[in-house]
């Protein structure tokens, strides 16, 4: 398994100090979030210098950046233009790095709109923006989040756009949490559109906090590793953890189980 994790974990981090704390803690790629006051630098207004020299210092390092966060989303007709346009940056800013995936979010459905007019607003928006993501080898990845953490509202979505340029940031937790499903059933409707991944342990009950240490929370990754495992999947699964405790206490207790887990399935 690959092993990474969003810039949420040192939010004030340069580029190269993010990728320092990977080399530290073995972790095998980043994931930087863009338009989420992070200090790494890598946003829409980076000039092609630095974009380049974000590439370079990556392969410098040995370190991947194995995909870049962006918060655009498309289920509100009333802005779904403007995301769409934006998002065609973002997938160029993704390329320009090196990152072979960009997360983007269903959003917020309005109210007044059908899930069913949702489903086919989104799908027509990354329709509009797989021949940009295709042609510049990048994946764009819906992940299961707000609105759209049920796993049937994706795959609904998935089988409309049916394009190998779009795919599924599968964050493991949110389903169990927000809609009660298993993490096999999760699993097994997304499996085919799998692209990205995003761990973090945390409670079923929305009233604690939103994130605990692996193996001691609500969500079985052991278990998330044995179903990727299941499926050959090859990309990487990435700690998204938000304003939660410092990296050098987090990064290296987090990835210390994760491995732990993959050792006890070998």
Same mark, same amino acid.
């Given at each position: 398994m690959n092993y990474a994790f969003m810039s949420f974990s040192c939010p004030q981090a340069t580029f190269a100090e993010m990728l320092a704390l990977a080399v530290q803690y073995g972790y095998d790629g980043v994931e930087p979030r863009a338009a989420g006051g992070n200090n790494h630098g890598v946003e829409?207004?980076?000039s092609a210098e630095q974009r380049t020299s974000? #590439?370079?210092?990556a392969a410098d390092a040995g370190i991947a950046i194995c995909c870049l966060a962006a918060g655009n989303r498309f289920a509100d007709p009333a802005d779904r233009d403007a995301q769409v346009e934006e998002t065609l940056l973002y997938i160029d800013l993704a390329a320009d790095i090196g990152a072979p995936a960009l997360r983007i979010f269903g959003g917020r459905i309005p109210d !007044?709109?059908?899930r069913e007019s949702a489903i086919g607003g989104v799908a027509d928006a990354l329709s509009r923006l797989? !021949?940009?993501a295709g042609d510049r080898g990048v994946v764009v990845c819906m992940e299961t989040h707000d609105d759209w953490c049920n796993p049937a509202d994706v795959a609904a979505v998935m089988e409309r756009v049916d394009h190998p340029a779009i795919g599924v940031n599968w964050d493991a937790a949110h389903p169990v949490r927000t809609e009660g499903w298993t993490l096999a059933d999760s699993y097994s409707t997304l499996r085919r559109w799998i692209r990205h991944t995003h761990v973090h342990d945390l409670f079923v009950d929305a009233n604690r906090p939103d994130y605990t240490a692996f193996g001691t929370g609500d969500i079985d990754h052991k278990q998330v590793l044995a179903l990727l495992r299941s499926g050959g999947y090859g990309g990487y699964l990435s700690g998204e953890w938000i304003n939660w405790e410092p990296p050098d206490v987090h990064l290296p207790r987090e990835i210390a189980t994760l491995r732990g887990y993959e #050792?006890?399935?070998a």
């Open positions: 829409l207004e980076a974000f #590439r370079e210092q !007044g709109i059908s797989a !021949g940009r #050792r006890a399935l």
